[in-house]
């Protein structure tokens, strides 16, 4: 058998969980996809609804502030949810690379070792006995220890670093606000692995929920570099099957389903979906159309249709007190069974919100 392009899409849809929802609590998800990106925290719990049985909103709200499910940087450099056993050994794999990645940035705040280790210090005691601190909180902790939070981005690369380092991560909500907890009091019972074994772990988790995927789609997701990514896959490769299009070698678990599904079926997903930043090569979705967009519409690109594995076009949400307004906007004239799809999703959108929806399609 030889891979196309609409069967690479299918068979990601499948094994990231979308197509078949095979999951009932918000932390089975994370942990089938070992990191979900989350700098867009409204899409991000979203992101884990679609691939869970039945989920609402404040279901997962409520794994997030009771710390079953963690936020915290992790890759690229931006936001994962990850699970409190896994944080550990993930950031002792990846932390460096983000560091590394993050370089130029840091010196251009004027910050070094020696701030971040007076930012570090001040930030672990302020935390310390099951605090909770939102960020402007903290910024007046590291002003009273000397630390310079006022210039840039300063801030934003002080906590990460503290992330990075193990020291803190997320703590529950208050109200809209987003707090900060000593890692090691939200998470105490976090493995620890040794290298090889982390990079075996990490590779087994991605190509298992993201495949069919490459070796550079690893490599761009975690961070590592692509040696790194190869003697990951290495270790693990037995358990996969592979087949190459055109001078790309996918690597990927059949999953026991249809070869192609019901069309057509549509999916509404954030930019920041697993689907879509998983992977260097998106042209089994249409990329060249997902770069048009980017170009186009910058940071404005939040959330794109999916019809039958396919970027179909855009929407977006309205949040009302009583109802949500999903406006989609198709790239093209929809026929009567794809236009009712779309309405589908839609309501399903609703329903995870535990709202009344109205649907617009321009």
Known sequence: MTLTNPEIAHLRLLNQRIVLPAFNDPAEVVGWLGAVQAQDYFGAKWALGLRMRDASDHEID???????????????????????????WMLALTAPRVHAL???????????DAIFARSDTALAK?????????????????????????????????????????????????????????LEERAPDAKRLEREEALAELARRFFTSRGPATVQDFAKWSSLRVADARNGLEAVKDNFEQETLGNQTYWFLRPRAPAMGPSPTVHLL???????SSYKDRSAIDADHLADLFRRMGNALQYLII?????????????????????????KNLSDDENHALTMAGQHYGAFLQLPVEVQIQ
Request: proline share 3%; glycine share 8%.
């Open 126 to 182: 302020a935390l310390e006995g099951g605090q909770y601190l939102t960020r402007d909180e903290l910024k007046e902790v590291l002003q009273k220890a000397g630390v310079d939070v006022d210039s840039g981005l300063s801030m934003s690369y002080l906590m990460m670093h503290a992330e990075l380092e193990g020291i803190v991560c997320s703590g529950p909500r208050r109200g809209k606000q987003f707090t900060y907890a000593l």
């Open 102 to 112: 993050s370089a130029y940035m840091v010196r251009q705040q004027g910050l070094d």
């Open 307 to 331: 019809l039958d594995g396919q970027l179909a076009g855009t929407w977006k949400r309205t949040i009302r007190k009583n109802i949500v307004t999903v406006d989609m906007n198709p790239f």
């Open 270 to 276: 954030s930019v920041y979906d697993e689907y879509i």
């Open 62 to 88: 409520k794994a997030f502030n009771l710390g079953s499910i963690l936020r915290t940087h992790v890759m690229r450099p931006t936001w994962h949810f990850v699970l409190p056993a896994d944080i550990r």
